[in-house]
C-alpha cells in the first residue's frame, strides 16, 4: 500500500491568516487531489494536479505539485472561517492502480 | 446534479448481528469503493470494484464483504458486526482512471453496540 501521509493533523488559526498542509510521500503518484470534507458530509473534489512542478490556483487556494510528483502542498491564504473542515489528499497512478489511497487528513479550524 | 446516495445517516445494531450498507450512484460510473473514516487514521479503504460482480479487496477487508450485482450498486456486509467495527462509512464512485474525481456519499455512522 503507498502511504500519503499529511501534516499538520490539526491546525487551529484565526481568519485572515495564512497556512500550508503538505501531502508527503516516497512513492511517485501519476496524479495528486485535494478533497475538502465539512461535518456529516463526505468529500468533496478541490483540484486535480498531473505534472510535476504544476501550481493550480483557486481563489485564495494555492496548490502545487512536486517536481518529483511524490508530494504536493496546498497553501490558503487569508483564512476564512468558510475554509474550516477536513483537507485529505489523495494520490492516484504507480502500485496503486485501481485503488484510491488517501491521507490522514489534517482538520483546519479558523476562528472569526 | 450527481448524485451518490448512501441507505441511511445512522444506524445503530447489536453485536453479531448482519448489517448491510447500501450504496446507489447515478452516473453510470465503473468503479466504487467503499472507506471507513475514523479519526487520526483517514480514509481507509475496504473493498473496491471496477465492474458488476468483480471486487477487491482494500487495506482492511476482514469482517467485511461486498455485492455488486449491478453497475449502479455496491454493498457493503458485516457478516457479525463487532464494536471495534463502530465508523463513519463512505461509499465513492468514479470513472476508470486515477486521476478521475471520486463522488462521496453523505456516509452512514454506524453504531455497535
Known amino acids: 500500500t503507498q502511504l500519503l501521509e499529511q501534516s499538520p493533523q490539526f491546525l487551529s488559526i484565526q481568519e485572515g491568516e495564512n497556512l500550508t498542509v503538505y501531502c508527503n510521500s516516497s512513492s511517485v503518484f501519476s496524479s495528486l487531489q485535494w478533497y475538502r470534507q465539512e461535518p456529516g458530509e463526505g468529500p468533496v473534489l478541490l483540484v486535480t494536479?498531473?505534472?510535476?512542478?504544476e501550481v493550480k490556483k483557486l481563489k485564495r487556494l494555492t496548490f502545487q505539485f512536486g517536481d518529483a510528483r511524490k508530494d504536493s502542498s496546498l497553501h490558503i491564504t487569508a483564512a476564512q472561517p468558510g475554509d474550516t473542515g477536513l483537507y485529505l489528499c489523495k494520490g492516484a497512478g504507480g502500485t496503486s492502480y485501481g485503488k484510491l489511497t488517501f491521507g490522514q487528513g489534517t482538520i483546519l479550524t479558523v476562528h472569526p | 446534479d450527481v448524485k451518490v446516495t448512501q441507505s441511511s445517516r445512522y444506524l445503530v445494531k447489536r453485536t453479531g448481528e448482519k448489517v448491510f450498507l447500501e450504496c446507489v450512484q447515478d452516473m453510470d460510473h465503473e468503479n466504487m469503493f467503499w472507506y471507513r473514516q475514523d479519526p487520526g487514521l483517514g480514509l481507509r479503504l475496504i473493498y473496491f470494484s471496477y465492474d458488476v460482480k468483480m471486487k477487491e479487496k482494500g487495506d482492511i477487508p476482514e469482517g467485511y464483504s461486498v455485492s455488486r450485482e449491478k453497475k449502479e450498486r455496491f454493498s457493503l456486509i458485516l457478516e457479525s458486526a463487532s464494536t471495534n467495527q463502530t465508523s463513519m462509512y463512505l461509499c465513492?464512485?468514479?470513472?476508470?482512471?486515477?486521476?478521475?474525481?471520486?463522488?462521496f456519499g453523505q456516509g452512514t455512522r454506524l453504531t455497535v453496540v
Open positions: 465513492a464512485s468514479s470513472s476508470p482512471g486515477g486521476a478521475t474525481e471520486a463522488f
Open positions: 494536479v498531473v505534472t510535476g512542478g
